[in-house]
């Protein structure tokens, strides 16, 4: 036995559900070929189950780095022969957490809502149900169709083994013209951490009619009302601001002069 018990020392870095790959060098000192077991011992570690090197030739073992979830661990490679024994390093693995997934700007009329669909990928081989975050829920929401066959669970997004499922993100402006921010964050101690960051934009259309103000008209849904000729009604408008500010209105009431003839 040549090398019975060799530790070495070896740092790997990278980035939840990314992956490294590290080239570990192995010589061969002896006059003939001969053929290394490698066995593989902690989480995001991929790589070749034995390699064979020629008579006194190096080589390099490649190794993948692939971690699922952010964590701070020791892992081990260790190859082994017969007749040259065993060595093997001690890994440092250090998995960051993944970059948050930026989406597109969402623009919307105030008073009214848009919404973008994502999807939520379950990496792993067991059936999942993700945490759901929201840390802006007044002007974002998530929605989402509950898994066949189950009941549904607010704020836990179910999502089969090495399956997808899609989830939208629902905005609704507070403010004219600003930036409004939230991160969606769904997680599960087996698949992971999936952060989305999100902006919005509310805004109004421009103003043709008077008065002409600049500042833009919100179109509200048309509402029909009647009343009996010769007899007065009264209908009820209903309007909630929008707005994140306190609102005064003022109210105008214009007439069509087009009116029909009986």
Known sequence: TLFPYTTLFRSLEAKARTAILADIPIRNPLNETITFDVILEGQGLIGAPRITIDPGESASYELIYSPLLADHSDGKLTFVNMQM????????????????IECKLMEAEIGKSVEIELTAENPVSEDVEYQIEVTNPINFRVEYAHKAGNTYKEELLAVDAYHEAPFQIVYTPSAINQDEETKVVLFHPTAGRWEYQLRGQGHVLPNDLPPWDGKGVVEMQAMRVGAIVGQASSNLLNFKNPLNRHLTVQLTLHQDTEAQSP
Request: proline share 6%.
């Open 85 to 100: 024994g065993e060595f093997w390093y001690l890994l440092h693995l250090d998995a960051a957490e993944a970059d948050p």
